[in-house]
């Protein structure tokens, strides 16, 4: 079974850009969540999705953005980029049941602004 | 607020020298306790879950145990192939799958 994958792998843009990330889930996960990562903060929640509907959100500015798609897969949008954007971010799937639910994550987009 | 911390930051060890990784938690309600290893420049790679105080899960050389406000990864005679941040998570009580990270124990096994 093929695992959470992300494109691209790797970016680098200029302050003041946009960039769009995608993400694909494990077949059959519906729900989509995303995570920032950097040195300095660790793993940070931005949002997550569960049937194209945004259920929850992170403490980040509304520079950043996400939707999902019927086919369960995700992107998130970042507008004007700022230094501080510079990280790696996560895309994680999992399983639409009641109760825990094990979530499983791509290798990330490494993402540079310069 | 919903908090998890790791300790020790970073951990030096020897190769077959076993010791343990600790995680404390403060979440009103917990759904579950996960941890992770994540290599450098890699997304995160699942390891346990762990749902109730006293729960115990072994996975080759590791052993994650819960506690009702604190988790144990123990390892036991690690080898250089087992050097990796290990992430622990917690997940809310209410609708999300949201997670709460701690900043991760750094380990290097030496030969």
């Known amino acids: 079974k093929a695992g959470v994958t992300q494109t691209p792998r790797y970016l680098i843009k200029t302050r003041g850009q946009q960039v769009t990330l995608s993400c694909s889930p494990i077949?059959?996960?519906?729900?989509v969540s995303w995570y920032q990562q950097t040195p300095g903060q660790g793993l940070q929640f931005l949002f997550e999705y569960f049937s194209e509907t945004q259920r929850n959100k992170g403490n980040f500015p509304g520079r950043f953005s996400g939707r999902q798609f019927s086919n369960s897969r995700s992107e998130m949008n970042v507008s004007t980029l700022e230094l501080g954007d510079s990280a790696l971010y996560l895309c994680?799937?999992?399983?639409?049941?009641?109760?825990?639910?094990?979530?499983?994550f791509g290798p990330g987009t490494r993402l540079t602004v310069l | 607020e919903d908090q998890v911390t790791q300790s020790p930051e970073a951990l030096r060890l020897q190769e077959g020298e076993s010791s343990s990784l600790n995680c404390s938690y403060t979440?009103?309600?917990?759904?579950?306790l996960f941890w992770y290893r994540q290599d450098p420049g890699k997304g995160p790679e699942f390891l346990f879950t762990l749902y109730s105080a006293g729960e115990e899960k072994e996975k080759e050389r590791l052993k994650a145990t819960l506690t009702k406000k604190e988790s144990f990864l123990h390892i036991t005679a690690p080898k250089p192939e087992d050097s990796a941040t290990y992430l622990c998570?917690?997940?809310?009580?209410?609708?999300?799958?949201?997670?709460?990270f701690g900043t991760g124990t750094r380990l290097q096994v030496f030969p």
């Open positions: 077949s059959g996960h519906r729900s």
């Open positions: 994680a799937s999992s399983l639409p049941t009641q109760g825990v639910r094990e979530q499983f």
């Open positions: 998570a917690v997940q809310p009580p209410y609708n999300t799958d949201k997670l709460i």
């Open positions: 979440v009103s309600g917990l759904r579950g």
